[in-house]
C-alpha cells in the first residue's frame, strides 16, 4: 500500500489534482494511477493530511483551492538558487514555484480580457471558438470530439475521446504561426490598441 489508512483514495485523487491544476505536477507524478505501477508520492503526509482535511470539510473544492493557493509553497518566487538546484535539480521538493505556461483557455481569456473584450456572462449555449467575434470565456466554447476546434487542438487540448489525467506540453510550429496570422489574435490587438486610445487618449 502506497498510502497511510485515514483519508479514502477518491480524496487523495481530487487533492492531487488540484496539486497538478496548481503546481503543474502532482504530489503523485501519475494522476491517472495510484495502483502498484503508479509513482510513489513526493511528499505522502502532506497528501494524507489535505485529503483528511479536504473531507473534514465537507468535501470542499472551493476550500481546496484557497488552502493550496494560500500556501507558503504555492507563493514562492520562481528564482533560481544554484546551491539548491544541485541538491535537487527536478525541484521535487519544492525550493521554488515552477515556471508554467498558460494553458489555452487562460491565454485565450486573458488576451480578451486585456482588450477590454471579455463576455462575463454566466451559462447559456456554448460557442465556436473558430468564431472571431465570440468574446465569451474559453469554459463556454463548442466541444466537438469529431472535428476539434483548430485554436484547441494545436494548443495542447486533450482528446475529448480519451481520459486525460494531465495535459501534454508541447512547442510547435503551428502555435507561433497561429499567433502571428490568427484573425483572433489580430483583433484582440487592434482592441488593446483601441482601448488604450480610448481610456489614455494624452498618454
Same mark, same amino acid.
Given at each position: 500500500?502506497?498510502?497511510?489508512?485515514?483519508?479514502? +483514495?477518491? =480524496? @487523495?485523487? &481530487?487533492?492531487?489534482?488540484?496539486? %497538478?491544476?496548481?503546481?503543474? *505536477?502532482? $504530489? /503523485? !507524478?501519475?494522476?491517472?494511477?495510484?495502483?502498484?505501477?503508479?509513482?510513489?508520492?513526493?511528499?505522502?503526509?502532506?497528501?494524507?493530511? +489535505?485529503? =483528511? @482535511?479536504? &473531507?473534514?470539510?465537507?468535501?470542499? %473544492?472551493?476550500?481546496?483551492? *484557497?488552502? $493550496? /493557493? !494560500?500556501?507558503?509553497?504555492?507563493?514562492?518566487?520562481?528564482?533560481?538558487?544554484?546551491?539548491?538546484?544541485?541538491?535537487?535539480?527536478?525541484?521535487?521538493?519544492?525550493?521554488?514555484?515552477?515556471?508554467?505556461? %498558460?494553458?489555452?483557455?487562460?491565454?485565450?481569456?486573458?488576451?480578451?480580457?486585456?482588450?477590454?473584450?471579455?463576455?462575463?456572462?454566466?451559462?447559456?449555449?456554448?460557442?465556436?471558438?473558430?468564431?472571431?467575434?465570440?468574446?465569451?470565456?474559453?469554459?463556454?466554447?463548442?466541444?466537438?470530439?469529431?472535428?476539434?476546434?483548430?485554436?484547441?487542438?494545436?494548443?495542447?487540448?486533450?482528446?475529448?475521446?480519451?481520459?486525460?489525467?494531465?495535459r501534454e506540453e508541447t512547442i510547435t510550429p503551428l502555435q507561433?504561426?497561429?499567433?502571428?496570422?490568427?484573425?483572433?489574435?489580430?483583433?484582440?490587438?487592434?482592441?488593446?490598441?483601441?482601448?488604450?486610445?480610448?481610456?489614455s487618449p494624452d498618454n
Open positions: 500500500c502506497l498510502f497511510r489508512e485515514g483519508a479514502s +483514495l477518491s =480524496a @487523495r485523487v &481530487i487533492v492531487n489534482r488540484a496539486w %497538478l491544476q496548481h503546481f503543474g *505536477r502532482g $504530489i /503523485v !507524478t501519475t494522476p491517472g494511477d495510484f495502483g502498484v505501477q503508479g509513482a510513489r508520492p513526493s511528499h505522502p503526509d502532506l497528501l494524507d493530511d +489535505l485529503a =483528511a @482535511r479536504f &473531507i473534514e470539510k465537507g468535501w470542499s %473544492l472551493k476550500w481546496l483551492h *484557497r488552502e $493550496i /493557493v !494560500t500556501s507558503a509553497t504555492y507563493m514562492q518566487g520562481s528564482g533560481y538558487h544554484p546551491e539548491m538546484s544541485l541538491r535537487d535539480p527536478d525541484n521535487r521538493w519544492l525550493w521554488r514555484m515552477n515556471r508554467r505556461r %498558460l494553458e489555452v483557455e487562460a491565454w485565450r481569456d486573458a488576451m480578451l480580457a486585456v482588450s477590454g473584450q471579455l463576455d462575463l456572462e454566466i451559462g447559456g449555449a456554448p460557442e465556436n471558438l473558430s468564431n472571431a467575434g465570440n468574446h465569451r470565456r474559453t469554459i463556454y466554447g463548442k466541444i466537438d470530439r469529431r472535428d476539434l476546434e483548430p485554436v484547441l487542438q494545436i494548443n495542447d487540448f486533450p482528446d475529448p475521446d480519451s481520459h486525460s489525467p494531465a507561433q504561426l497561429f499567433i502571428l496570422n490568427g484573425e483572433f489574435v489580430r483583433l484582440q490587438s487592434e482592441a488593446l490598441v483601441a482601448r488604450l486610445f480610448r481610456e
